[in-house]
């Protein structure tokens, strides 16, 4: 009998026609600034004219990008999916200072091991991510997630496209107002 393959929940909000991805990397400030806008913007614009969706934009120079981004796709692979991941995005945010190095290179972090990080985004998410994060299939995810960010040429995060098309005016410091005349013009 063949293995159920892995479900990792797409992280989507909303159902409308406007698109708006967000390339976000977990830990980097400007990208949590612009994380913790979407709800509001989702909840201005209406679920029926906007769909937003999160994209993991993995950046070497925070060091430990990549387990976090594996961490949030884990969660996106437990009960409740895409909210699960948005549970450890907000985590992580909220705590990203415990996940970054100083200047990008030093530290406490520099003892810390993965096996540290990902208990410590379990105790501020709630979640039991060890088991999901350690399912070899979910590198299928992430992968994607890379390709789908350098085929369409994002470099830095946050970025924001609409439609499909990279709109490099919009900002996180930008407000949710600023964002929507963007998003709807």
């Not at 479900?7 to 600034?33: D, I, K, Q």
């Not at 989702?42 to 120079?61: D, F, H, N, V």
């Not at 530290?107 to 105790?123: F, L, Q, V, Y």
Request: hydrophobic share 45%; proline share 7%.
């Amino acid at each position: 009998m063949p293995a159920t393959p892995l479900r990792v929940a797409p992280l989507e909000w909303g159902h409308g026609p406007r698109v708006f991805e967000a390339f976000l990397e977990p830990t980097c400030p400007f990208s949590v600034r612009a994380f913790d806008k979407l709800p509001d913007l989702l909840a201005r614009a209406g679920e029926g004219r906007i769909t937003i969706k999160i994209r993991l934009q993995s950046q070497p120079w925070h060091m430990f990008s990549g387990v976090i981004v594996r961490c949030i796709l884990a969660a996106a692979t437990l009960e409740g999916g895409r909210e699960a991941a948005r549970t450890v995005m907000a985590a992580v945010g909220a705590h990203r200072e415990e996940f970054e190095f100083t200047d990008h290179c030093a530290g406490p972090n520099m003892d810390a091991t993965p096996n540290d990080i990902i208990k410590r985004i379990e105790r501020y998410s709630g979640l039991e991510l060890a088991a999901a994060f350690a399912v070899p299939d979910l590198q299928k995810a992430i992968k994607w997630q890379c390709r789908y960010s350098r085929q369409n040429g994002i470099h830095v995060s946050p970025t924001f496209m609409v439609d499909g098309l990279i709109d490099p005016a919009i900002s996180s410091g930008d407000t949710v107002e600023a964002w929507m005349e963007r998003i709807f013009a």
